[in-house]
C-alpha cells in the first residue's frame, strides 16, 4: 500500500512538473517568435520620418533625437518641440510636417511607433553599453541608410549572450559609438577590453545581468 501510494505520489508530481515546463516552453517559443517576427520589417511612423535623410544625409546624431541614451536604460524619443527646432524654419508648411505642427499648437506629443520592444523579463540599460564602446549599429543596424526604421535582427537570449562572451570584436572607442559607418577592429577591441573595465564572460552571462 506504502509503495503504491508512492508511486501515485511520483506520478503526481512528475505529471505537474511535466507541464509546467511544457507551459515554459511554449510561452518562452511565443515570446522568441514575437521577438523573430519583428525582424527585418520597417515599422511605419504617423509622421515620415526618414532616419537615412536626417542621420545618413544631414549627419545629424542619434543624440539628438535620442537624448537620454547616455545615462539612461530608455534611449528616449524626441519631443515636438525637437523637430520644431528646424522645422519652424526648414519646410515649415510640409504636408508631411501637419501631425507635428498639430503636435506642437496643440501641446500633446507625437504617438511614435515603437521599433523594439524587449520583453519584460529582460532587463537591459543603454548607458553601460555605450560606456564600454559599444555601437548603436551593433544592435540596430545602419539605421543611417534606413528610410524607415526596422529591426534587423532577432534579439534572442542567443543574441545578448554571443556578445556577452565575447565582446571584444564589437566595440568601438567611446568617440566613434554614434558613427554608423565604423568598422570595429577586433584587436584594438581587445584593448578596450581592459582600457573600459569590461566585466569578463563569466560574469556578463551571469543570469541576474538580463534578469533582475
Not at 10 to 32: E, I, K, M, P, Q
Not at 96 to 108: F, I, Q, T
Not at 163 to 176: D, M, S, T
Amino acid at each position: 500500500m506504502r509503495r503504491r501510494n508512492r508511486w501515485l505520489k511520483t506520478l503526481f508530481w512528475g505529471s505537474v512538473l511535466g507541464v509546467f515546463l511544457a507551459l515554459v516552453l511554449v510561452f518562452s517559443g511565443v515570446a522568441v517568435g514575437a521577438l523573430e517576427q519583428r525582424e527585418g520589417r520597417p515599422v511605419p511612423q504617423p509622421v515620415p520620418f526618414s532616419h537615412a535623410f536626417h542621420a545618413g544625409g544631414l549627419g545629424l546624431s542619434c543624440r539628438y533625437c535620442h537624448s537620454a541614451v547616455e545615462y539612461a536604460p530608455y534611449a528616449g524619443l524626441p519631443p515636438t518641440e525637437t523637430c520644431m527646432t528646424c522645422h519652424l524654419y526648414v519646410k515649415p508648411d510640409s504636408p508631411n510636417l501637419a501631425l507635428v505642427r498639430e503636435s506642437w499648437e496643440k501641446g500633446e506629443p507625437l504617438r511614435w511607433n515603437r521599433v523594439v520592444n524587449l520583453p519584460d523579463f529582460v532587463y537591459f540599460h543603454h548607458a553601460p553599453h555605450v560606456a564600454k564602446g559599444v555601437g548603436c549599429a551593433e544592435c540596430h543596424g545602419r539605421v543611417d541608410q534606413m528610410p524607415v526604421v526596422y529591426q534587423p535582427k532577432a534579439f534572442t537570449m542567443k543574441f545578448c549572450l554571443d556578445c556577452h562572451r565575447n565582446p571584444a570584436p564589437r566595440l568601438r572607442p567611446r568617440e566613434q559609438v554614434f558613427n554608423m559607418a565604423y568598422v570595429p577592429d577586433p584587436e584594438l577591441g581587445r584593448e578596450l577590453l581592459k582600457l573600459y573595465h569590461v566585466r569578463p564572460p563569466e560574469e556578463l552571462t551571469s543570469c541576474n545581468i538580463c534578469h533582475r
